[in-house]
Nanobody, 113 residues
Framework: QVQLVESGGGLVQAGGSLRLSCAASGTIFRLNVMGWYRQAPGQQRELVASITSGGSANYADSAKGRFTISRGNAKNTVYLQMNSLKPEDTAVYYC???????WGQGTQVTVSS
């Protein structure tokens, strides 16, 4: 069974950077989409960015120009480089794998003002 393991969250000051990582254990099919979602307290979970196995990326408007999603060479890993972080980026960030709808456990990102 495929599992997603995330790492890289933490506390950072506004304007700082963090890099999130997500690795899929087990065998996954070649064609897939990996993404990052986030959920702030009292808010719905929302897409931050996603990337296909072919490398096509999609970003939420709030992430454009600040965040970069990328795949590892093994294609079973995905990264989210977050720059120019703002307090409103504070949330639990979840890794997601389609088309199997598998979620990671989440990693907390806190941006202080």
């Amino acid at each position: 069974q495929v599992q997603l393991v995330e790492s890289g969250g933490g506390l950072v000051q506004a304007g700082g950077s963090l890099r999130l990582s997500c690795a899929a254990s087990g065998t996954i099919f070649r064609l897939n989409v990996m993404g990052w979602y986030r959920q702030a307290p009292g808010q719905q979970r929302e897409l931050v960015a996603s990337i296909t196995s072919g490398g096509s990326a999609n970003y939420a408007d709030s992430a454009k120009g600040r965040f970069t999603i990328s795949r590892g060479n093994a294609k079973n890993t995905v990264y989210l480089q977050m720059n120019s972080l703002k307090p409103e980026d504070t949330a639990v960030y979840y890794c997601h794998l389609n088309p199997w709808d598998i979620w990671g456990q989440g990693t907390q990102v806190t941006v202080s003002s």
